[in-house]
């Protein structure tokens, strides 16, 4: 449910089930606000590949499909950045256990590239234990100055 205070800044606060659906809806969720916000085309489409990457991130690793678990999706838009928090209710996961995609062993493997390209779309990204249990996402696209 969106709600705006004193510092102009809107949030949207959902709960998804654990499904490839819920990939779908939480990319129409941010991209909703990614548009409110200003960002254009390309930084639209680079918002969303990250969204979907970490939304299959938690639904097919961190909660494994469970219907018993949720995953957690805040969308916080201000007049100057876009910040999207994913959050899972698996087992975590440690960053430091994922093989380097860019490593000659590795790259033709057909996983492990996600982070890179979530790095490489978002200005902001961070991965930490979530409160209660699972994995949390934090992603932030700063909307350029004009």
């Known amino acids: 449910m969106p709600w705006r205070d004193n510092s102009e800044m809107e949030k949207t606060q959902t709960t998804l089930e654990s499904s490839l659906q819920s990939v779908d809806e939480a990319e129409v969720i941010v991209m909703r606000e990614a548009d409110k916000a200003g960002f254009d085309d390309d930084e639209q489409h680079q918002i969303g590949m990250a969204v979907r990457e970490c939304m299959v991130n ?23 950045s876009l910040t999207v928090i994913i959050g899972d209710e698996g087992e975590g996961f440690d960053l430091s256990s994922l093989p380097d995609p860019l490593s000659p062993e590795n790259l033709m493997r057909q996983s492990g590239r996600g982070i890179l390209l979530v790095r490489a779309f978002m200005d902001e990204f961070d991965l930490h234990p979530r409160q209660g249990g699972g ?3 934090r992603l932030v696209k700063n909307l350029a100055k004009s």
């Open 135 to 137: 994995t949390e996402v």
């Open 58 to 80: 938690a639904v097919v690793h961190g909660n494994r499909y469970s219907k018993k678990k949720k995953v957690h999706l805040d969308v916080e838009r201000s007049n100057d």
